[in-house]
């Protein structure tokens, strides 16, 4: 289609797509790289990349194989973006929708209720859901997803305002289609191309909100995230600063490429807009 | 006068957004497994009986049922009392008053940084498009939004603090000396170089980037041509009327931006050893301190409405076709 | 203390060298007088009154504020501070104090034996944590006179027992700042603490910083050296190290830095780093079983676990220099309590854990015999890294392990109150006297909630009697003896671990003189201390 030409024309975009596309193909041949438990001891702690043959990037201060745990991470980190984007997208559409199409009383509660998320500091309740739920993957996934949906939510209600008095719309109300129909069925599909591509700047600040929770010990321990691998290098900073810096790195990767490829997907969406 | 009852009407149509905060924070803590008084224990290292736990419980106003808790608190938080706060033993309000400044100090310096180098660099990408410049320039942006900020403000001690010593490793000034006046003031403004650069990187980023783009989306109107045609060299014509407009955008990404920064202080407060409140408020959730908690939560609320209410009025200065009002 | 340990980091080369300075055995030059020494204080406690909080946290600015009866001297011997002598009845149920003479407050009243009554009997007996176990049979002070403090106990107080106490459990309050001025946990004075001590409070800037001045007054000769102690408050461990290199920093105690931290400023030439002085605050590392589990209420499989971990590999590789193999909930520096014979010691041997677990019944059915959860305390780098390997090295005899992260107050709620666990893992800390904090980890009929305390579900009566006995005994030698025959029970019956032995370490600039001279030094007054050029 023009627009998918139009992405492939742009130099920042076709990079983010590479990069993206590395990082997934990290992570798809991880099993195959490197079967063995990313998180079991591997060698000596604390050696240095390309210092010894069998660990390329070093081992970390529980002498576990950092170039493993980069690779696993991969999976983690995608993950955990993701299913924390889609909670957030999902809460942050059905909220948005709603308040948006109903308008009046509707709109009023709902918006009070996302100003409420968007007033508190969202690393805050992110600590505060931890703190209490656990630090599993599962709940720090959900807690990123619960702190992130309020900016999905005034995008789509800003979409619905706009969309909900077009003539497509009348003419399905005419049609005698019921209010969930019309929603779901006539004009979400209109209103989703801005809210996926800012789907992507979700991303971002989920995989960085992980890994400042891992930073501050606050993660789950039994997984290879990546943010848990710079929380352990802290304690080696000054010297073995690597433990930290790789992770660090990959994680800049990612969030580049997703940015990339979500600008880019602006820019194709929305010629007019394009600052060119 | 006008002003003071604009800013009376906005309080007044948040203050059930506030409410909802409060009790929802107040009744999520309660689920977190321990309390105030476990953390207390944990502290001094055990050796307490049973006796003692109940008699600190009692000591804490613990040892009521949740309900009346809760009502206790709104009760006195009518009367505008924060509580006591029980990691300090002295009042919620005294205890925030002491670590604001330090937080307000650092997100100003923070934004300041980010705004008005995010300004001009995004000016200067937008007059030099798809040159080198903008390519450098925009090229720097995306790394540093992608790049975790608690990294960078460990590498920046590493190579600042101890490599270079140009800079302090951390706290909020030098306590050995004693410095009045204006050498206070520097030595304090050294101590903010590196925390601001650290918390104000990710928005310097997106001031940038929304800077270019508005730039360059007005440099194309109408009356920009027609400033040039008029024969006005280039820089008043940037200077005088694109700026102006294209303002618009990175103002009202202020107010958005500010609960994100209160929260990503947290992380650099605790790298550079900053008696803020976004320490403070990672000390209470982990020390369970309900009232200092509640009382951060809430100062910081109230800074979000009055940042996204001065930016309210900004927006109405630049723009004379919207009214504050909205 | 392990000053012949080589240091076995990688980049290592023996430390031995830095630990063991001339500075440390130096006949005296001169000591200057002056100076100012910057704390590296990591942790903020909620107030600053040793004689109200027993923990180190207090002692680093509290100790040196304020002065207990007795303190230890250079060899852990009792040593008198504000009493000059002691007595006690055959019986063990009267111990005389005389207490020092011309000793003054910071606010110029005199110190009498009436402060000694008030603090023993309303915060030792009431509110200090191990203290209300240590006076629960207090029944008065008496105060014949200024100088005289006489404690009356209605069962047998051994006075080797009192004496161990006491540096830690007898610090005094002035009784006319506190007495009638309404609730002593609420009194303003526990953040801007008076006292006897060589240095007066000045400021606490909550978050920043605390600063004492030299007490002008003070009742020892010539002393303090020091003008001013500064504690600078740096909660990120990283960041201090990195202040102590700029300089800004002198002193860090209890192991506050990074185990790689220290084993890097210890070549330093410019720092001390080294486990002298730290001698009373010795600590083991634990692994708690919960006998609610019915696979750990099995001894074999207990000590099948025990077997399963090859503990001098993590010492020598990841704890470093200052951690030894531990023997028991004694630790080797007790030298008026480690026994002889420690009893078994389950040395690394995976097929013997194999052989137990199959002799338990646990087979390895597809790989995994049982599943655990961890629950590590969050208080140290050592215990995190000591999770990590237990999960590594059971996975290797098909016991999985899922390690459960909690903050303080969340782990101490569901290990010691829920006992949601299988396996805790955290620190057990020796106080000089096992009756103090050691036995409780054994004794039965704990009330729940209790941290640190029996939470496993465990009852032994032969332990029990064990140390009720030793408790009460008033012979040294025949309390060593039962104290000898409960570490044998403890390590045969193996309701928790202690495999691991360690001393804080401190960090100090090696211009300070006269430190570490106590086996509690970061916790003494610091009277003596003084700051070369």
């Known amino acids: 289609m023009e627009a998918l030409r139009r992405y492939f024309r742009s130099p920042p975009a076709v990079l983010g797509l590479i990069l993206l596309l590395a990082v997934l193909a990290m992570a798809a041949s991880a099993g195959w790289l490197y079967p063995r438990d990313p998180l079991s001891l591997a060698g000596r702690p604390l050696i240095w990349p390309l210092q010894d043959a069998r660990f390329l990037l070093g081992t970390d201060n529980s002498g576990r194989d950092i ?179 790789i992770p660090g790195v990959a994680i800049l990767i990612t969030v580049l490429g997703v940015s990339l490829v979500g600008q880019g997907l602006n820019d194709a969406l929305n010629p007019r807009l394009k600052a060119r | 006068m006008r002003i003071l009852k604009l800013a009376g009407r906005r309080l007044a149509a948040s203050i059930p957004t506030l409410f909802l905060i409060l009790i929802g924070i107040f009744l999520l803590l309660q689920f977190a497994p321990g309390d105030t008084v476990d953390a207390l224990i944990a502290q001094m290292g055990g050796g307490g009986d049973a ?55 650092l997100m100003t310096s923070a934004l300041s940084f980010a705004f008005f180098a995010g300004l001009v660099l995004g000016v200067i990408a937008a007059r030099r498009v798809n040159q080198w410049p903008d390519t450098l320039i925009s090229t720097l942006g995306l790394i540093f939004y992608a790049t975790p900020s608690f990294w960078f403000g460990l590498m920046a001690i590493v190579v600042f603090s101890i490599y270079l010593q140009w800079l302090p490793a951390g706290g909020f000034e030098d306590i050995t000396l004693v410095q009045t006046g204006l050498s206070r003031t520097i030595d304090i403004a050294r101590h903010l170089v590196l925390p601001s650069l650290t918390l104000g990187l990710i928005f310097l980023a997106i001031y940038l980037r929304i800077m270019r783009a508005s730039m360059l989306e007005v440099l194309n109107l109408d009356f920009v041509r027609t400033a040039r045609a008029k024969g006005l060299d280039e820089t008043s014509v940037v200077v005088r009327h694109v700026l102006r407009n294209a303002l618009l955008p990175m103002v009202t990404l202020i107010g ?60 109405a200065r630049l723009d004379p076709r919207i009214t504050a009002e909205g | 203390m392990n000053l012949t340990r080589r240091a076995v980091l990688m980049t290592s080369a023996a430390i031995a060298a830095n630990v063991v300075r001339p500075e440390l055995s130096f006949a005296q030059a001169a000591p200057r007088k002056g100076g100012v020494f910057t704390v590296h204080f990591p942790a903020e406690q909620r107030q600053l009154n040793p004689s109200l909080q027993a923990s180190t946290g207090v002692y680093i600015v509290g100790g040196k504020i304020q002065e207990p009866l007795v303190d230890l001297d250079a060899n852990g011997q009792p040593v008198g501070v504000l009493a000059e002598s002691w007595e006690a009845a055959p019986d063990g149920k009267t111990i005389t104090f005389k207490l020092r003479q011309g000793v003054t407050w910071h606010d110029g009243k005199p110190f009498t034996s009436a402060d000694v009554a ?125 202040q102590m290199e700029a300089g800004q920093i002198h002193y860090s105690p209890f192991s506050a830095l990074t185990i790689s931290d220290l084993a890097r400023l210890g070549k330093d030439p410019r720092f001390v780093v080294s486990t002298k002085g730290n001698e009373g605050n010795a600590r083991t590392n634990t692994i708690e079983f919960n006998f609610r589990r019915k696979e750990l209420s099995d001894v074999r499989v207990r000590r099948a676990i025990a077997h399963a971990l090859n503990i001098p590999f993590f010492i020598e590789n990841f704890l470093g220099a200052f951690a030894k193999r531990g023997t028991g909930p004694i630790p080797s520096v007790s030298t008026d309590f480690y026994p002889s014979d420690n009893g078994p010691q389950y040395p690394y041997d995976k097929a013997l854990a194999a052989k137990l677990l199959d002799e338990a019944g646990y087979k390895a059915a597809g790989g995994t015999r049982l599943s655990l959860r961890l629950l590590p305390a969050p208080w140290g780098e050592d215990i995190s890294l000591f999770a990590t390997f237990i999960q590594q090295s059971l996975g290797e005899v098909g016991i999985k392990v899922d390690v459960v992260r909690n903050d303080a107050g969340g782990f101490l709620k569901q290990v010691y109150d829920e006992h949601a666990f299988d396996l805790a893992s955290g620190w057990h800390q020796y106080r000089n006297d096992p009756a103090v904090s050691t036995t409780v980890w054994y004794r039965s009929g704990q009330p729940k909630g209790a941290p640190w305390t029996n939470q496993w579900d465990w009852t032994d009566p032969v332990i029990d009697k064990i140390i009720d006995d030793a408790a009460t005994e008033v012979d040294p030698g025949k309390r060593k003896a039962l104290y000898g025959e409960f570490v044998r029970r403890a390590n045969s019956e193996l309701p928790i671990w202690t495999p691991i032995e360690q001393i804080f370490v401190t960090v100090i600039s090696a211009k300070a003189r006269n430190h570490s001279n106590t086996p509690r030094w970061g916790s003494s007054s610091w009277h003596d201390l003084w700051l070369a050029e």
């Open chain 1, 67 to 245: 170039a493993a745990q980069i690779f696993h991470g991969a999976r983690f980190s995608l993950l955990i973006g993701l299913v924390a984007t889609v909670i957030a997208v999902i809460i942050g559409v059905v909220i948005g929708a709603c308040a948006g199409y109903y308008g009046g009383w509707v709109d009023n509660i709902l918006m009070r209720i996302t100003e409420a998320f968007q007033t508190l500091p969202n690393f805050l309740l992110l600590l505060v859901l931890v703190a209490v739920f656990g630090s599993t993957i599962t709940t720090v996934t959900v807690a990123i997803g619960i702190v992130s949906w309020p900016a999905p939510a005034r995008l789509t209600r800003a979409e619905f305002l706009s969309l909900r008095n077009r003539e497509f719309v009348q003419a399905g109300r005419v049609l005698g289609l019921r209010d969930a129909a019309l929603i779901f069925g006539e004009i979400l599909p209109n209103a989703l191309p801005p809210i996926i591509v800012y789907a992507s700047v979700v991303m971002g600040v989920s995989i960085v909100l992980e890994a400042a929770l891992a930073f501050i010990k606050l993660s789950d321990p039994n997984i290879a995230s990546w943010g848990n691998l710079i929380g352990l290098g802290r304690d080696v900073l000054r010297v073995q600063w690597y433990v930290s810096a």
């Open chain 2, 51 to 105: 006796e003692l736990a109940k008699e600190l419980r009692r000591f804490y106003g613990l040892d009521v049922s949740v309900a009346m808790q809760l009502v206790n608190y709104l009760w006195r938080l009518v009367r505008f009392d924060l509580g006591f706060s029980a990691i300090y033993g002295k009042p919620v309000v005294t205890v925030i008053a002491e670590r604001l400044p330090a937080t307000l100090l």
């Open chain 3, 118 to 242: 008030f603090t023993a009997m309303n915060m030792w007996k009431k509110i200090l944590n191990y203290g209300t176990t240590l006076q629960l049979f207090l029944t008065a002070v008496d105060t014949p006179d200024a100088n005289t403090a006489v404690f009356r106990y209605e069962r047998p107080m051994p006075l080797n027992l009192l004496l161990r106490a006491l540096p830690d459990l007898g610090y005094v309050s002035p009784k006319h700042l506190y007495e009638d001025k309404g609730d002593i946990r609420q009194n303003p004075l526990n953040l801007a603490p008076v006292g006897t001590g060589p240095f007066k409070f000045v400021q606490y800037e909550r978050g920043q910083y605390i600063i004492a001045d030299r007490n002008p007054n003070y009742w020892r000769p010539n002393a303090p050296y020091l003008d001013r102690i500064v504690w600078r408050v740096v909660t990120d461990r990283s960041a201090a190290a990195a």
């Open chain 2, 256 to 315: 958005l931006q500010a609960g994100t920064m209160l929260g990503g202080s947290v992380v650099v407060e605790s790298v550079f050893s900053l008696p803020g409140l976004g320490r403070l408020a990672y000390e209470s959730v982990v020390q369970r301190d309900l009232n200092t908690l509640l009382g951060i939560v809430f100062v910081s609320a109230l800074l979000v409405i009055l940042i996204n209410f001065i930016v309210d009025l900004a927006y």
